[in-house]
T-cell receptor, first 117, second 114 residues
Framework: NAGVTQTPKFRILKIGQSMTLQCAQD?????MYWYRQDPGMGLKLIYY???????DKGEVPNGYNVSRSTTEDFPLRLELAAPSQTSVYFC????????????????FGPGTRLTVL | AQSVAQPEDQVNVAEGNPLTVKCTYS??????LFWYVQYPNRGLQFLLK??????LVKGSYGFEAEFNKSQTSFHLKKPSALVSDSALYFC????????????FGTGTRLLVSP
């Protein structure tokens, strides 16, 4: 299993440009997540999905959009890039067989380092 | 709302010595607690978690953590540090009611010197 994969590894955007960060997992996990990691700030949840066709906002969703058309893929879209979106982005997935995902180990991708100039 | 505090930005320890990385939490009800490790330019890797039961949890690479409800703490420990343990360590918490999102601490950098 490849686990959780993310592309690209690095990207530089100009203000106002748009891009999609790709995330895929091959573990048949039903839950997927997008986080951003800023220096000294830990990880902040942007969006999450509990299954194909179902997404919800996390702590810092402004400026981002997501979709989940398949179990495997969970792309993150930046429509109008801003310098405040300079960060490292991590995708994660987990499997929940119960009512919630609180106890489930999340598996992380290697990250995408995004710089907006 | 739940929160996690990792009071030390950095912990320095000599190889072979015991190490402790501190974590305290605040959550309504009983917590689910996690430790993750991040090596340079890598994603987070799961180390261990406390869900219920024995307060001492053993995890990967010889790490363990002790859940202390009265002190609301979940400190990460290892009896003998290795240089290869040098990394960034994150504590995370989630309440045990329904689907609640993990909240991460700000991380503690562990430096193990030879």
């Amino acid at each position: 299993n490849a686990g959780v994969t993310q592309t690209p590894k690095f990207r530089i955007l100009k203000i106002g440009q748009s891009m999609t960060l790709q995330c895929a997992q091959d573990m048949n996990h039903n839950y997927m997540y997008w986080y951003r990691q800023d220096p000294g700030m830990g990880l902040k949840l942007i969006y999450y999905s509990v299954g194909a066709g179902i997404t919800d906002k996390g702590e810092v969703p402004n400026g981002y959009n997501v979709s989940r058309s398949t179990t495997e893929d969970f792309p993150l879209r930046l429509e109008l890039a801003a310098p405040s979106q300079t960060s490292v982005y991590f995708c994660a997935s987990s499997y929940s067989g119960g009512a919630g995902g609180s106890t489930d180990t999340q598996y992380f991708g290697p990250g995408t380092r995004l710089t907006v100039l | 709302a739940q929160s996690v505090a990792q009071p030390e930005d950095q912990v320095n320890v000599a190889e072979g010595n015991p190490l402790t990385v501190k974590c305290t939490y605040s959550v309504s009800g009983n917590p689910y607690l996690f430790w993750y490790v991040q090596y340079p330019n890598r994603g987070l890797q799961f180390l261990l978690k406390y869900i219920t039961g024995d307060n001492l949890v053993k995890g990967s690479y010889g790490f363990e953590a002790e859940f202390n409800k009265s002190q609301t703490s979940f400190h990460l420990k290892k009896p003998s540090a290795l240089v290869s343990d040098s990394a960034l360590y994150f504590c995370a918490v989630s309440p045990n009611t329904g689907f609640q999102k993990l909240v991460f601490g700000t991380g503690t950098r562990l430096l193990v010197s030879p």
